[in-house]
C-alpha cells in the first residue's frame, strides 16, 4: 500500500520579516537554510529549514538536495509575503488566540534549563517557562511572529 | 553549541473529531498512533502520530517510546478539546482564510499520480489537484478540519 511509505515532510508558517525570523530560526533555535525560492510573479519566497544534524547530511545545492530535502522529517518552511515588513500595523495570527486552529510547533532539546538560559539571554518572549503551570518538563516560547513553539528534553518526558 | 542539537520533533493541530482525524490520518494518510494522553483536569486528549515508516522503528509503550517519540523529527500532534465533536457549528480556523498564519503541513508521496488517485478513492477534497495552476507538481488537500496538506513526490520538486 502506497500511504506506506509517506512522510511527513514539512509545515508551514507565514512570517512578516524573513531578516528577523531566520536569524531567530538559525541563532536561536540552531536550523539551518537550506534553500530559498523566490516566486516573482506571487510576490513571495519561501525558505526551508532543517535542524544543524539533519543540514550536516544534505547534498550540495542542487536537483539532489531538493530530491534530498523533499524526502526528510522535521523541514520548517517559512513564506515570506513581500512587502510585509515595511507595514508596522501587519501581523500574522498565532492560531491560539481566537479563531484557533493550529497549536505550536515543537522543539526537543538536550538540555531544557540550558536551553531557557540561551533563550534568557537571547531576550525571547515565554508563554510559559518551565516553572510555570502544572507541566515542569516543557516550556513555551514565541517566535518572531508570535507563533508559540515548545520546548522539551525527550528523556524527561515520562507521561506515558 | 547546545542549539546544533535541537531538534524540530512536532507540529500540533487541533482536531474536531479524533475519531474522524485518526481515521483519516491513519488510513488515508498511512500515519500511525504512537500514543494518546487523556488530559482529565484539562478535558482534552493529546494524539501523537509518525509515518508508518518512521512507527516501525519505535520501541514498546513506555518510557522508552516515550524518549524515543520526542527525539524523532516529523510528529504530528492532534489536540482533542471534548465536546467539540457534538457541536454542529464548531469549526478550527485553517489559516490560510483571514486571519493567516499557519499555512499547511507537508505529506511527501513516492507516487503523485498514484496518491491522487487514492485520494479520490477515499472522496478526499482537494484545494489544488497536480493539473491546476501553475505548480504542476504539487497537490492541496484538505484534512477533516479544512487544514491544508501539501502533496509533493520529492524527485519531481527539481525547483532549485
Not at 17 to 41: A, C, N, T, W
Not at 61 to 67: F, K, L, Q, V
Not at 69 to 89: A, C, I, K
Request: proline content about 6%.
Amino acid at each position: 500500500m502506497s500511504a506506506q511509505r509517506y512522510v511527513f515532510n514539512h509545515s508551514m508558517l507565514r512570517v512578516k520579516d524573513p531578516d528577523v525570523s531566520l536569524d531567530f530560526y538559525e541563532r536561536v533555535m540552531g536550523m539551518k537554510l537550506m534553500h530559498r525560492l523566490d516566486i516573482e510573479q506571487g510576490e513571495f519566497t519561501l525558505f526551508f529549514l532543517v535542524d544543524a544534524q539533519l543540514a550536516e547530511q544534505a547534498p550540495p545545492e542542487g536537483p539532489e538536495r531538493a530530491n534530498w530535502l523533499f524526502s526528510q522529517r522535521g523541514v520548517l518552511e517559512l513564506t515570506h509575503n513581500w512587502g510585509t515588513e515595511n507595514d508596522p500595523d501587519f501581523a500574522y495570527h498565532d492560531g491560539n488566540a481566537q479563531p484557533q486552529g493550529f497549536g505550536h510547533i515543537c522543539i526537543s532539546v538536550p538540555d531544557l534549563e540550558r536551553a531557557v538560559v540561551a533563550f534568557d539571554e537571547e531576550g525571547v518572549s515565554f508563554v510559559k517557562r518551565p516553572e510555570d503551570g502544572m507541566m515542569r518538563n516543557i516550556a513555551f516560547i514565541r517566535d518572531p511572529d508570535g507563533y508559540w513553539i515548545e520546548i522539551l528534553q525527550a528523556d524527561r518526558m515520562t507521561v506515558f
